[in-house]
């Protein structure tokens, strides 16, 4: 794996990014000699979504997630609390 400095990432990152996706080889980038950040190539299908494989297994949907879980009066009871702080 190929390790380069921070400073050197930032001027060059986007010919970087095309060199790890063109060879397949990650790249470690550094900070005053310290690891801080690891480039490397994703592997998707037509199709896929490339954020699936960052939220796999951090998110879980209970319920309804479009509708509202408050009704029409309950709104307008909020709206009005609200109107009545602002005053």
Same mark, same amino acid.
């Given at each position: 794996?190929?390790?380069? !400095? %921070?400073?050197? +990432?930032?001027?060059?990152?986007? %010919?970087?990014?095309d ?8 790249? &470690?980038v550094? $900070?005053?000699?310290?690891?801080? %950040? $690891? &480039?490397? !190539? &994703? =592997?998707?299908? *037509?199709? =896929?979504?490339?954020?699936?494989? +960052?939220?796999?297994?951090?998110? *879980?949907? &209970?319920? =309804? ?10 709104w ?5 609390? %609200?109107?009545?702080?602002l005053k």
């Amino acid at each position: 794996m190929r390790t380069m !400095p %921070a400073g050197q +990432f930032k001027a060059t990152c986007l %010919a970087v990014m095309d060199e790890v996706q063109a060879k397949r080889e990650p790249v &470690l980038v550094t $900070k005053n000699g310290k690891p801080v %950040a $690891k &480039l490397v !190539p &994703l =592997d998707l299908k *037509e199709g =896929d979504d490339p954020l699936d494989a +960052f939220y796999f297994g951090k998110i *879980e949907i &209970l319920g =309804d997630i479009v509708s509202s879980p408050y009704t029409d009066d309950e709104w307008d009871v909020f709206e009005g609390e %609200a109107l009545e702080q602002l005053k």
